[in-house]
């Protein structure tokens, strides 16, 4: 089935995308095969610094408190394609997060974008799969504002292993988990403003770049939940 959504869009036709690995290092009875787990762009760098022996520990102080690399290497993975996840949690966006590679919340999304591309691109008359509102109606109670039909209020919650196209929403069946999920989301973008506010106070031509960002918290209303432990990378 396709993909959901295009890019600037939490959904994970905008923020999925292909791979692929070339060089000696790849064993022979690996080549011209797929590897299909989750992984993140930010997991490139561990991984290639361990394939040549290079220490990829780069731990920071951000406001007294150590910050290690998002990355996590995934060669061991790759290569014996076990059932061990990788990552607890990933955030995927401000407004959207996936534990355990299955599970994903989505805090915002607007009608815009939401739509499906057929698995070849666009189809003969050049047109989308267009969402059904009765099914997604807007959820967002300001009728003036931007129509959401998933919001901090009433988000999404989907089993990408049984639903990659994301087209049954989950929520109301498993809202612990979108408690949990709304929990870690809010404490890694809360301790991700930390560090931007940090940065640009410290170098001060970097705030005209973050200025939006730390105006307001507006992509993210679920700053309101209680922060979460820590857990996972």
Same mark, same amino acid.
């Given at each position: %089935? ?7 869009? *939490? ?15 790849? *064993? ?9 787990? =989750? ?10 610094? +361990? ?7 780069? #731990? ?6 150590? @910050? ?9 993975? &790759? &290569? ?5 996840? =990788? ?5 995927? #966006? ?5 534990? @355990?590679?299955?599970?994903? &919340?989505? #805090? ?14 666009? !189809?003969?008359?050049? $047109?989308?799969?267009?969402? +059904? ?6 959820? +967002? $109670? ?24 994301? @087209?049954? +929403? ?10 949990? &999920? ?12 930390? %560090? ?8 001060? @031509? ?6 939006? =960002? ?10 309101? /939940? %209680?922060?979460? !432990?820590?857990?996972? /990378?």
């Amino acid at each position: %089935r396709p993909l959901r959504g295009q890019k600037t869009t *939490p959904w994970q036709g905008g923020t999925r995308v292909a791979a692929f690995l070339t060089g000696g290092f790849i *064993p022979k009875r690996l080549r011209g095969t797929s590897f299909d787990r =989750l992984t993140h762009f930010a997991d490139v760098y561990p991984t290639l610094c +361990n394939l040549v022996g290079v220490s990829a520990v780069d #731990t920071v102080v951000v406001q007294g408190e150590p @910050r290690a690399i998002d990355g996590v290497d995934f060669w061991p993975l &790759l &290569l014996s394609n076990a059932s061990t996840v =990788l990552r607890q949690y990933l955030p995927t #966006t401000e407004v959207s997060i996936i534990w @355990r590679e299955r599970y994903k &919340l989505i #805090t915002s999304a607007s009608v815009g974008g939401s739509y499906w591309a057929p698995p070849e691109g666009k !189809t003969p008359g050049n $047109t989308v799969i267009n969402i +059904n509102r009765t099914e997604w109606p807007c959820v +967002n $109670t300001n009728a003036s504002a931007t129509c959401l039909i998933c919001s901090p209020e009433k988000p999404c919650l989907f089993d990408l292993s049984e639903d990659e196209a994301e @087209r049954v +929403n989950l929520a109301s069946q498993q809202p612990q988990l979108v408690a949990q &999920l709304a929990r870690q989301l809010a404490w890694r973008l809360a301790a991700h403003l930390r %560090r931007v506010v940090a940065r640009a106070a410290s170098q001060p @031509r970097l705030a005209s770049r973050h200025r939006p =960002l730390l105006a307001s918290p507006r992509r993210s209303p679920v700053l309101t /939940a %209680r922060p979460a !432990t820590r857990a996972g /990378a």
